[in-house]
């Protein structure tokens, strides 16, 4: 995988290239909109790490002027607020990270980014000990199957593909309830804690959360 | 006497009496009223008092009368641009009063006033973009430092990274609080729903309040919405938050109360603080929770000047509850 990275500082553009070259992801760098222009014309790239505040012009000014078939950009800015983020989204990054980032974070946003045309969620979500196949609508705790119902089974995996953020309880009941349905308020957490007593059973404490007045969020301590 | 009208009168009764008396020395020579044979005394009552009492008491009482007319108009005009400029100072808008709303008399204080007006917005403005670069310039050394820390082993990595993570957020917080304090807020700020505001820092901090072993509930009491600037807003609350987290004692709920009114609450279980405690903080800007070392905390102090910055306050809710509050204004139905 190469990345062409777009930074004026060029210690962070040398460390970046570096510690992601640890990661196996090479990089070319850029110190501005100029560079950045003479690369593109010779190289090709898988993605693109853009930072907004150049010398010689804007970032979002120059990513609107790429192709359509540019390859995605990740833009990594010191401008922080939300408008700046939702600007540089709708401007057509495909990312924002705001800086100081951890590598860590940057490499895997950017693979996330080369993988994203015709990504496929993987076929089993997992968390700690707890696998969910979507297919069959199995969950299993240590490779021992559990008995869950329907609901339970669509609240496990909405949680399990977000694991470890809060999900808000209206999009739960939207997901596992139709309209004319009608919610109880405690049907939500009814179906959490004959979800939880399964866990509890199969030596799962402590996994599935509620986060009272919000949502739920599923997750160990190892895990978030 | 320090009322124009008051003052007016003053001067209309001095004026008086000293009309009268120049009259009356007037009347008594073209009369001979002291001469050597004086009229009678009837005769000399009724020409003080058709030469003297009479004019001076006539025109006393339509100059007075115009004068209080005058007076109560420009008073009234004073009243309606004061209305004007205490709106603006609600909403934390500048304000220039209009050449043409006070008589030109006044002009040299409103101009004087205007031109004081103007130099603090463009003050304001300056501070916004000088906070806005120095948290550029210092998240580019910050970026370089968090890169650099990809090298070492990471349980070595750990410790520094958390404090690079606390230095930026203090860096955004700073760069939020410039911007409340910016004259755009007005432009920039939107109604907020202390309900949605609290579920959403809740939703962002429960996780890692879980892995602290702590948890995080919203609670909704007849919240009311308010003006202000989001984000900004959110630092302050999130500030809250993250302290309270680190006060409770181990396994403790923090609950965050949207409401009553524009209020947010964060009811941390643990000791409080008193409201001179909370006050020296806000002023010296020093760790809440007065933990030795670990990241630099400027953060009760910011999110005080946040709140401050969009006419609230924040307050501890000793003695009904441990915790913090701030309450903002609320918005009043137009």
Known sequence: MRTLIIEDNMELARLLAERLGARGIDSDIAAGIEEADDHMAVGQFDAIMLDLGLPDGDGIDWLRTLPADRPPVLIL???????????????????????????????????????????????????????????????????????????????????????????????????????SDPVTPNALEAVASRLRRRFADAGEEDILHTVRGVGYFFGTRKSL | MKSIAGKLLFGLVVSGIIGGIVLGVLVTYQYGLLGRNPPPLNRTILEITEHVIVPVGVFLFLFGTGALLVVRRVEAQLKATARDVCQAAQELRSYQTPGDALPTELKPLTDAVNVLTERLEAHARRQEAFAADAAHELKTPLAVLAVSLDRLPTDEAAPLRAQVRALSEMVDQLLLLARSNSPDLVQRRSLIEPGALARRVVAELAPA?????????????????????????????RTLVVNALRAAPDGAEVVVKAGPGASLTVIDGGTGLASDELERLKARGIRADRAPGGAAGLGLA??????EAHGGELVTCLPECAGLSLHFPEVHAA
Do not use: C, W
Not at chain 1, 80 to 94: F, K
Not at chain 1, 122 to 138: A, E, H, M, W, Y
Not at chain 2, 302 to 307: E, G, K, L, P
């Open chain 1, 77 to 179: 800015s010191a401008r922080s607020t939300l408008d700046d983020r939702v600007m540089g989204l709708d401007t057509g990054a495909d990312d924002y990270l705001v800086k100081p980032a951890e590598v860590e974070e940057i490499a895997a946003r950017l693979r996330a980014l080369v993988r994203r045309p015709g990504r496929r969620d993987p076929v089993i979500l997992k968390v700690g000990n707890v696998t969910f196949d979507p297919t069959s609508r199995q969950a299993e705790v240590d490779g021992q199957v559990l008995a869950i119902g329907r609901k339970e089974a669509d609240f496990l995996e909405i949680l399990l593909r977000n694991a470890g953020k809060v999900v808000p309880r209206e999009r739960l009941e939207g997901s596992l309830y139709s309209a």
């Open chain 2, 209 to 237: 309040a879980f892995q602290a072993g702590r948890s995080l509930s919203v609670e909704e009491d007849a919240a009311k919405p308010f003006h202000g600037l989001e984000e900004a807003v959110a630092a302050s609350l």
């Open chain 2, 302 to 307: 910011i999110a005080d000047r946040i709140a």
